[in-house]
């Protein structure tokens, strides 16, 4: 079982930034797979970025391309999310994910919700115009 903590939402102004971290426990966070996801009220949830469990292969969607940035601290077992360039289109739940895999190399496909084995409670994003 992997236990996800995600904390540093909040609020923001368009242009602004924020950082969201996700911090895991309960197995080796070197042979997790992390994710980042968000959703908003009567929407599917929506892949936002990956990244490989050795901390290669950062994937992104391209609504939020060349404005997140996913990394991640093998070390402090914690990955992170870096939100520059805020748009009111980025207010959502911003949820962390986890998949524990120590074959798979590419992580670059793990764009759907169903990739993921493991979830946190979310952290909310609101950026207001």
């Known amino acids: 079982q992997v236990l996800l903590i995600e904390s540093g939402g909040g609020l923001a102004q368009a242009g602004g930034s924020l950082r969201l971290s996700c911090a895991a426990s309960?197995?080796?966070?070197?042979?997790?797979?992390m994710g980042w996801f968000r959703q908003t009220p009567g929407k599917e949830r929506e892949f936002v970025a990956s990244?490989?469990?050795?901390?290669?292969?950062?994937h992104y969607a391209d609504p939020v391309k060349d404005r997140f940035t996913i990394s991640r601290d093998n070390a402090k077992s914690t990955v992170y999310l870096q939100l520059n360039s805020l748009k009111p289109e980025d207010t959502a739940t911003y949820y962390c994910?986890?998949?524990?895999?120590?074959?798979?190399?590419?992580?670059?496909?793990?764009?759907?919700?169903?990739?993921?084995?493991?979830w946190g409670q979310g952290t909310q994003v609101s950026v207001s115009s």
């Open positions: 994910a986890a998949r524990f895999d120590l074959t798979l190399i590419d992580s670059s496909f793990l764009t759907k919700r169903e990739h993921y084995d493991y």
């Open positions: 990244i490989g469990r050795g901390e290669s292969n950062p």
């Open positions: 309960g197995r080796a966070f070197s042979g997790l797979h």
